[in-house]
């Protein structure tokens, strides 16, 4: 069954560094999003995406974040200057119509110190 | 039932049990649902969905129940499992393609 890959799975990063988080959709898929996930808290929505350009940013996606669609396969996310609050599960999703279910990748742990 | 900080509400069963979980959504415009199961250090995992003009739909040993006046959607697992031990939480999206909003998750825990 196809899935949604993302690495690395941990990510452990100082503050202010910069992070690219990678995820690798469904083939076929169209639609990606980004959420993150702090510490037994609800999973939140970062950002959309469709036909190269961002669709819907949530306010946690500031100026700070950049996605990317590089090449055929690859997602990123980008944090240019990462802050401790940033330390959270980072999911990658995919969707490849409007009449099918996301699906989630493993996620990264990206912890900042 | 609702979670409070970082607190997740936890639904404790025997194996065997039948399990409800609850979810109260925000949005009344929202017309699909979703159920994900996430296990420790995972992604949500599908479970099953149901979209705004049906009020019940039933898969494999689960059946999700929608009830628009009160905007709540419900999860029942029949015959509960150990390998159901997870958080539960319920989405809801505008339209297929939209962003899902998630709800603040249930913690099942399913002793032998």
């Known amino acids: 069954e196809p899935e949604v890959t993302q690495t690395p799975s941990h990510q452990v990063t100082q503050m202010g560094q910069e992070v690219i988080l990678r995820c690798v959709p469904i083939?076929?898929?169209?639609?990606f999003y980004w959420y993150r996930q702090i510490l037994g808290q609800k999973v939140e929505f970062l950002v959309s995406?469709?036909?190269?350009?961002?669709?819907?940013k949530s306010e946690i996606f500031d100026d700070q974040f950049s996605v990317e669609r590089p090449d055929g396969s690859n997602f990123t996310l980008k944090i240019r200057s990462t802050k401790l609050e940033d330390s959270a599960m980072y999911f990658c999703a995919s969707l490849g119509t409007a009449r099918d279910e996301q699906y989630f990748g493993p996620g990264t742990r990206l912890t900042v110190t | 039932g609702e979670s409070v900080g970082l607190h997740l509400p936890t639904l404790s069963v025997q194996e065997g049990d039948n399990s409800i979980i609850n979810c109260a959504y925000s949005n009344s415009a929202s017309d699909y649902f979703i159920w994900y199961k996430q296990e420790s250090g995972k992604g949500p995992q599908f479970i099953i969905d149901?979209?705004?003009?049906?009020d019940k739909r039933q898969g494999q040993r689960v059946t999700v129940l929608l009830n628009k006046t009160v905007k709540h959607l419900s999860l029942q697992i029949a015959a509960t499992q150990p390998g159901d031990s997870a958080v539960y939480f319920c989405?809801?999206?505008?339209?297929?393609?939209?962003?899902?909003?998630f709800g603040k998750g249930t913690m099942l825990l399913v002793s032998p």
């Open positions: 989405a809801e999206t505008l339209s297929g393609y939209s962003t899902l909003t």
């Open positions: 083939s076929n898929h169209l639609y």
């Open positions: 149901i979209r705004s003009n049906m």
């Open positions: 995406f469709y036909n190269n350009e961002i669709s819907e």
